[in-house]
């Protein structure tokens, strides 16, 4: 059985908390996905604007291990929200209109 969430309007601080953080500091303020995306993001950057042939491996590697972890995490979030009853239907009903 679904959880049922109230549906309201999106807030300015709801928008807030949903804007990219301006920097790797204000990301690990935010919390621990926030930080490793905004990592992922800042060697992808690197990378795509062109390293030294001698970083280009170990950047790959880490950017690797970073994604690792962003999709670990994002595991571990879905199985606590399994665990603990709370589900989110991704299917549309019409007839529920």
């Known amino acids: 059985m679904a959880s049922k969430l109230p549906l309201r309007a999106v807030t300015e601080a709801d ?6 953080p301006k920097s790797l500091k204000a990301a690990a303020e935010r919390g621990e996905r926030e930080l490793l995306v905004s990592m992922r993001n800042e060697i992808s950057d690197a990378v795509a604007a062109g390293v030294p042939p ?8 880490q ?15 879905e199985q606590s929200q399994v665990e603990s009853g709370y589900t989110v239907e991704n299917t549309f009903d019409a007839e529920a209109l």
């Not at 928008?15 to 990219?20: D, G, T, V």
């Not at 001698?54 to 590697?61: D, F, G, S, W, Y």
């Open 54 to 61: 001698h970083t280009l491996a170990p950047l790959m590697r």
């Open 15 to 20: 928008s807030a908390k949903m804007a990219q």
């Open 63 to 77: 950017l690797r291990d970073i994604d690792k972890e962003i999709r670990a995490y994002d595991m571990r979030v």
